[in-house]
């Protein structure tokens, strides 16, 4: 099988820098548990990884996040995902007395400090993302009377706003289409709306390459977790982009490995912003082997 190798693959910069901090904690802290608050990234590859050398994932939905935190002792070393959380989980980590280490990625913490600002300035904030993903749970509580979320394809209650310039804010993984048509619809209701909406660089340069494919493809492949959201994007994108090729989404060379791809000739390879090079590299030779 010909495999094209679509470029930007493997971690975006935003993981890389989260992960660089997690060892950056275990290298000043060593011979102590280095616990790390919910999934470090959305890839379970990476985060068995971070168990065999030693981490302790505290996992979110085995119990909240800030039950976790009641858990851990006056000098216990943390570490915050990249995806964002709760800002109250900072003030009740400073009351316990923990270590902290903020993995959050620069574009979450970039789209907090405009919405902080607006919170303070009395105004109110609508944001365009997923419901119960971590990053659009930790905006919605920065001010739950204040910030309202706007998910793509759902009901919205305009009503609920009491200003006519709300800012306009999403998380960082959404689609750019859907980003688009959703700035289009809140803009026919908030002529004033203050739009700094935006995916963050490494998903929109993914978004973007998948278009740069050979016309000719049969086969699509992105790489990503189940619950990573930039993937399912690609995955959307690559299904709409090649109706007439195949399209699937695996974690590794033994997911794919059960996926019915025989007879195929030409692939395509992509990945999300989780997936480390090791995997994709083995996805790779395993296509070319066929």
Not at 15 to 34: G, T
Not at 65 to 86: C, Q
Not at 169 to 174: A, G, I
Request: contains cysteine; hydrophobic residues 40%.
């Amino acid at each position: 099988m010909k495999v094209t190798v679509i470029n930007p693959h493997g971690f975006c910069a935003g993981v890389q820098r989260a992960l660089d901090l997690a060892y950056k904690a275990k290298s000043e802290h060593p011979n102590r548990s280095i616990y790390i608050l919910g999934n470090l990234v959305h890839n379970e590859h990476v985060i068995d990884d971070l168990k065999a050398d030693g981490f302790v994932i505290l996992d979110e939905r085995k119990k909240s996040l800030s039950d976790w935190i009641d858990t851990l002792n006056k000098g216990d070393i943390i570490v915050f995902s990249a995806h964002g959380h709760d800002p109250h989980l900072d003030e009740k980590a400073a009351k316990k007395g923990l270590i902290k280490y903020d993995a959050t990625c620069p574009f979450v913490i970039a789209n907090s400090v405009l919405i902080k600002k607006r919170i303070t300035e009395g105004g109110e904030t609508i944001f365009i993302g997923q419901a119960g993903h971590a990053e659009t749970v930790g905006t919605l509580m920065m001010d739950e009377s204040k910030v309202f979320l706007f998910e793509p394809g759902k009901p919205f209650d305009f009503g609920q706003l009491t200003v006519k310039n709300p800012l306009l804010v999403s998380q960082t993984t959404m689609g750019t289409d859907e980003m688009a048509e959703s700035i289009s619809l809140l803009k026919e209701h908030f002529p004033m709306i203050d739009i700094a909406a935006r995916v963050c660089d490494a998903t929109d340069r993914r978004q973007k390459a998948i278009c740069t494919a050979p016309s000719d493809i049969d086969l699509y492949v992105v790489m990503g977790s189940e619950t990573s959201n930039n993937t399912k994007k690609l995955l959307l994108l690559a299904k709409e982009k090649y109706p007439n090729a195949k399209t699937i989404r695996c974690l590794d060379v033994e997911e794919i490995k059960r996926s019915d791809i025989k007879g195929l000739k030409n692939a395509a390879l992509i990945s999300g912003a989780s997936t480390a090079m090791k995997e994709f590299d083995e996805v790779k030779s395993y296509l070319e082997s066929l």
